[in-house]
């Protein structure tokens, strides 16, 4: 029978042998100090700089080049390891930042600042705040009747195309894509000759409010970008919905989409040259959603 100081010094080996193959630790940016008052911003480290595609801790992956591979293909929560039954500190800290992100996205208010700053005009829907937004889907499918009214007179003449920005449920994404996606759409519109009126923003809108602004307007086609319900992945996501003759009512069959518009999905200079060929398209055969063959 074993004694019990040789099996302690057995069990003392055997760990000892174990640490040796495991991976050295990588020390914190963080202050462990216990005055805490002593510890800014700039002593944590920013998880959030880190692509998904790029964040791995499995150690000693039996083919980690091939691990590595997959991650790029998905944003999904690859190899992010974990301690005992739970995830990894950093893997939980960065599920609540990017979950905080996407609260963000869908309750912070769209900047009045980055349209005062582009001159873009504002209408609004019969949501009169971003609550009354969420819990009350009908109202932000039509404008308020000032709104409707203003944007009656908004145009001199017919347009023969509309294009415009709504907050949706990430204003985030507007903010992120705006600028490069409606240059790129209206400058594809130039080269095919379609003339298009001047863009604008619509607050506390969904998809259906294109359907009204077709009808005000009277424009052929209907371009409505508006922000995409936000996930763990990207709170910068948009989405285009392009329809011909958009009337109140109408089946959402009509609709021809465009979605994932960011960074890591489809970039906005490609998503702009992309909507400018489909309302040519569009004009062409007169038609839109599942009638329409691309």
């Not at 992956?61 to 091939?66: I, M, N, R, V």
């Amino acid at each position: 029978m074993v004694s019990d100081d040789k099996l302690k010094e057995i069990i003392a080996q055997v760990v000892g042998e174990m640490m040796k193959d495991a991976p050295a630790a990588k020390a914190p940016k963080a202050c462990c100090n216990a005055n805490v008052e002593n510890v800014s911003d700039d002593d944590l480290e920013d998880l959030t700089a880190y692509s998904l595609n790029e964040w791995y801790q499995v150690p000693n992956a039996k083919d980690e080049a091939e691990y590595r591979r997959l991650k790029l293909t998905t944003p999904a929560r690859l190899g992010v390891w974990h301690c005992g039954p739970r995830e990894m500190t950093n893997t939980m800290l960065r599920f609540r930042a990017d979950h905080a992100a996407a609260q963000d996205a869908v309750f912070n208010e769209f900047p009045k600042e980055f349209l005062e700053e582009r001159g873009i005009k504002e209408f609004v829907t019969r949501c009169d705040t971003k609550d009354t937004y969420l819990t009350r889907p009908d109202l932000g499918r039509r404008l308020s009747e000032e709104s409707a009214k203003e944007l009656a007179k908004f145009y001199s003449k017919k347009p023969q195309v509309v294009v415009y920005a709504t907050d949706g449920l990430s204003g985030t994404a507007i903010e992120a894509n705006y600028d490069i996606v409606i240059p790129a759409i209206m400058n594809g519109l130039k080269a095919h000759g379609i003339e298009a009126g001047e863009p604008f923003f619509v607050r506390y809108g969904r998809v259906a409010t294109e359907d009204e602004v077709s009808e005000i307007t009277g424009c052929d086609v209907c371009v409505c970008l508006v922000g995409e319900r936000p996930g763990l992945a990207t709170a910068n996501s948009m989405s285009a919905y392009i329809v011909y003759k958009a009337t109140i009512g109408m089946p959402e069959s009509r609709r021809t989409v465009i979605s994932n518009i960011h960074n890591a999905g489809t970039p906005a200079a490609e998503a702009g040259a992309h909507i400018a060929d489909i309302v040519d398209i569009m004009l062409k055969e007169k038609c839109s959603g599942v009638d329409l063959k691309l």
